[in-house]
T-cell receptor, first 115, second 114 residues
Framework: DAGVIQSPRHEVTEMGQEVTLRCKPISGHNSLFWYRQTMMRGLELLIY????????DSGMPEDRFSAKMPNASFSTLKIQPSEPRDSAVYFC?????????????FGPGTRLTVL | AQSVAQPEDQVNVAEGNPLTVKCTYSVSGNPYLFWYVQYPNRGLQFLLKYITGDNLVKGSYGFEAEFNKSQTSFHLKKPSALVSDSALYFCAVMVTGTASKLTFGTGTRLQVTL
């Protein structure tokens, strides 16, 4: 199993540009999570999906952020327009909701730098 | 609301000595508790979890953790530290009935020296 796949691994962009981060969860997993990690705020849950449906997006910082999961094997996190304060490492994680399991498996992350 | 506290930003241990990384939690229901480890420039890796049953749970790489309900703690331990254990460790809590939402602590950096 390849694990959770994220692309790109690094992204450098200029303020105001649109950024799209991509995630492929582990095959068979039915929950997907987007996190953001910064030195100041630690690890924050942005949004999560169960069976491709967004369940809780209360962590999405503002309307500039949006996430989609068009099918069970793909999700995107979009920032438009991007700002320097969006610079962070963005992680995608997936899990399979079954009693006694629950642990999440994380991708390698996308390091975003907004200049 | 659920929360996790990791009171130590960093723990320093000599190789071969036992290590403890502390975690306390606050929830309004029954907790599921997790430990994850993050190596530099990597994603988080699952170490172990407490769901129910035996309060002492064993996980990957020789780590274990003890669930203490009265003290609301879930400290991570290892009898003999290795230099390769040096990493960032996160405690996390999930409350039963809240779908799959994990709340993470701020992380504790473990530094193991020769």
């Amino acid at each position: 199993d390849a694990g959770v796949i994220q692309s790109p691994r690094h992204e450098v962009t200029e303020m105001g540009q649109e950024v799209t981060l991509r995630c492929k969860p582990i095959s068979g997993h039915n929950s997907l999570f987007w996190y953001r990690q910064t030195m100041m705020r630690g690890l924050e849950l942005l949004i999560y999906f169960n069976n491709n449906v967004p369940i809780d997006d209360s962590g999405m910082p503002e309307d500039r952020f949006s996430a989609k999961m068009p099918n069970a094997s793909f999700s995107t996190l979009k920032i438009q327009p991007s700002e320097p304060r969006d610079s962070a490492v963005y992680f995608c994680a997936s899990s399979f909701r079954l009693a006694g399991v629950l642990e999440q498996f994380f991708g390698p992350g996308t390091r975003l730098t907004v200049l | 609301a659920q929360s996790v506290a990791q009171p130590e930003d960093q723990v320093n241990v000599a190789e071969g000595n036992p290590l403890t990384v502390k975690c306390t939690y606050s929830v309004s229901g029954n907790p599921y508790l997790f430990w994850y480890v993050q190596y530099p420039n990597r994603g988080l890796q699952f170490l172990l979890k407490y769901i129910t049953g035996d309060n002492l749970v064993k996980g990957s790489y020789g780590f274990e953790a003890e669930f203490n309900k009265s003290q609301t703690s879930f400290h991570l331990k290892k009898p003999s530290a290795l230099v390769s254990d040096s990493a960032l460790y996160f405690c996390a809590v999930m409350v039963t009935g809240t779908a799959s939402k994990l709340t993470f602590g701020t992380g504790t950096r473990l530094q193991v020296t020769l």
